[in-house]
């Protein structure tokens, strides 16, 4: 059974910090590309970050660069999402995702709020 599990989801004030985390199991993890995703309230879903099967390279939208960075350990098949000077508008379910085969975990909440 394949299942992608995050955790790490909290409630923050601004400029705080979180460390998001999604284990998988059920496929072989270090052949695929992973990504974040996440979906605010009335918003439709946007991508994040992605990283590399190899975890060489790794890509974000522009509004987190420099301030979230994904990092990857194929020996413990877990992605992390490390966010730093989160926003209120960073506020949504983050959802990790291996596309190739369409496998998504149950996202987990980051609300940012003063």
């Known amino acids: 059974e394949v299942q992608l599990v995050e955790s790490g989801g909290d409630m923050v004030q601004p400029g705080g910090s979180l460390n998001l985390s999604c284990a998988a199991s059920g496929f072989r993890f270090s052949n695929h590309d992973i990504f974040w995703v996440r979906q605010a309230p009335g918003k439709e879903p946007e991508w994040v970050s992605g990283?590399?099967?190899?975890?060489?390279?790794?890509y974000y939208r522009d509004s987190v660069k420099g301030r979230f960075t994904m990092f990857r350990d194929n020996a413990k098949n877990t992605v992390y999402l490390q966010m730093n000077r989160l926003k209120p508008e960073d506020t949504a379910v983050y959802y990790c995702?291996?596309?190739?085969?369409?496998?998504w975990g149950q996202g987990t909440q980051v609300t940012v709020s003063s």
């Open positions: 995702t291996q596309l190739s085969q369409n496998y």
């Open positions: 990283i590399y099967n190899g975890g060489s390279s790794t």
